[in-house]
Structure formats: C-alpha cells, structure tokens
C-alpha cells in the first residue's frame, strides 16, 4: 500500500509538473492587445506555445536570402549599451509609433510577460517575442521572433523569424565600442517571403523604419544608465 501511495505522489508532483505546458489557447488576449497578434496565434494550428520553432535553423541555405544592413552608433559605453540589450525593459524598447510589443514568451520557464507587466524576464535564448508592426494608418503586420543566439563575449545577438511568420530568416545585432563612450550597433538582417514584390519593394523599407525606432531608444535607456 506504501509503495503504491509514493508512485502517486511521484507521478502527481514530478511527472505530472514536468509535462505541464502552456496552451496558446490560455493567452489573455486583453492583455496582449494586438488584433494582428490574436489572430496569428489563433491562426497557428499549434496547441503549445512550446511548439513555436525557428523558421532557419544553423543548417538552413541562405543564398537566395536577401540582405539588409544597417548601422547605428550610441553616445554611451559599450557595456552600458549591451546591458541596455539584456535588461531594459521590452515594452520600453519595443515601442514606437511602428513598433509595439504584444507579449514574450519563454520556453525556458514556460512563462508569458505582456508588455503591461511591471517586471520581465532578461534577455535570454528562446524567448519570443511577439511584435505588431503599424505600418501604414491602420494597417498592421503581426511578426515573432525567438532569441536563438546570445554571444556575451562577442556581444552578439540573434533574432531568428518562428515558422509561420510573414518573413523567413534572422535578424543579427553586434554591438562593438567605438571608444570608451560610444558604441556601433549593426543590425544585419537576412530575409525571405513568398512574395518577390514584398521583399524587393516592401520590406527594406518598413525594416529599417521599426528597427530604427529600437536602436533609438536603446540609445535612450543605455543614455539614462550613463547618467
């Protein structure tokens, strides 16, 4: 009888807890605000969020990928700037008037944080992050991407597109001091969809507009960090 009331007890608070996963179905749809971004989750056809996976992967070809750089530099330290990166809130960041962060998830802790909570998680690798893009009045673009890469020597960060997302591909941020108060942040993107007028005509453009809006207030709360 014994031996039959410890298997229970294992199984109740060891097995079963260990397989507890969050349900895309659970997300708090007031909270996470973004019609674009409810729509996609609804549309996904997956279950888990832990189901989410990158749309490349280190094995994927990437030649007929199209490539945008940008450049940005920061009157601030280096080391305040990559802090800036790992610990500065995201819906901070985020946020512009093409730029808004509906929610993060993080398979890690198997947790969800929406842009209205008070605290986030720091930076780490396989967080997603659910972007909404205003693009044109009210035209709106749902985007996620998973943190797949955070180098803390190099101080390099990846950003990789989750299947199913408009655009394939990652997103690249290397940051490098330019001398002991200014730093050089570039944004290297490689991108592909299937749709050659979006890409040629479309994408460029919007891209360097959003992430121009995220370097801005990097500089913005790396700044406040220096003083």
């Known amino acids: 009888m014994l031996k039959?009331?410890?298997i229970a007890v294992f199984y109740l608070f060891i097995v079963l807890p260990s397989h507890a996963q969050m349900l895309i179905s659970e997300v708090d749809t007031e909270k996470v605000g973004y019609k674009k971004t409810i729509k996609c989750l609804k549309k996904s056809n997956l279950t888990y969020?832990?189901?989410i996976r990158?749309?490349?992967t280190d094995d994927s070809n990437l030649s007929m990928f199209h490539c945008h750089n940008a450049t940005y530099t920061i009157k601030a330290p280096?080391?305040?700037v990559?802090?800036?990166c790992l610990l500065a809130s995201p819906a901070n960041l985020w946020k512009g008037k093409t730029l808004g962060l509906s929610c993060i998830y993080s398979k890690n802790t198997d947790n969800i944080m929406y842009n209205s909570d008070q605290r986030f998680e720091s930076l780490d690798l396989n967080q997603i992050y659910f972007i909404n893009l205003h693009i044109i009045r009210l035209f709106n673009i749902a985007a996620a991407l998973i943190v797949t890469n955070i180098d803390y020597d190099t101080k390099q960060i990846e950003f990789t597109y989750i299947e199913g997302n408009k655009s394939t591909g990652k997103q690249?941020?290397?940051l490098?001091?330019?001398n002991e108060n200014e730093t050089t942040i570039f944004h290297d993107t490689l991108y592909k969809s299937d749709s050659k007028f979006r890409d040629k005509r479309l994408y460029s453009r919007f891209h360097q507009i959003s992430i121009t809006e995220l370097h801005e207030k990097i500089g913005v709360y790396a700044h406040r960090l220096v003083n």
Request: charged content about 10%; proline content about 5%; hydrophobic content about 50%.
């Open 54 to 56: 990158p749309s490349i």
């Open 49 to 51: 969020f832990s189901d």
């Open 78 to 80: 280096v080391e305040q």
């Open 82 to 84: 990559w802090n800036t």
């Open 4 to 6: 039959i009331i410890l």
């Open 176 to 178: 490098q001091a330019t």
């Open 172 to 174: 690249i941020l290397s």
